[in-house]
């Protein structure tokens, strides 16, 4: 599953949002806004959410022991 069920709403993945810049996003509703903050008119595009990475797999810390039984 790439997206949870419950998002918490940042105005970084709203559909009323545009990217200015990192740390700018432009608010149809409320103007220039930071990208962590949220109002009640957040409307959740999920084209614009990044999902985080899976969890990489580091097979140089497994030993022979881990795998017998």
């Known amino acids: 599953m790439l997206f949870q069920k419950d998002i918490e709403p ?3 993945y709203c559909q ?3 990217k200015l810049d990192e740390e700018q996003i ?3 509703k409320k103007g220039v806004v930071s990208p ?3 109002c009640r008119a957040f409307r ?3 084209l614009k959410r990044i999902p985080t990475p899976p969890v990489v797999l580091n097979l140089d810390q497994l030993k022979d022991e881990d795998f017998s039984l």
Request: hydrophobic residues 15%; glycine residues 20%; contains cysteine.
């Open 26 to 28: 432009l608010c149809i």
């Open 10 to 12: 940042r105005c970084c």
């Open 44 to 46: 959740y595009d999920p």
């Open 36 to 38: 962590g903050g949220s």
């Open 16 to 18: 009323r949002g545009t």
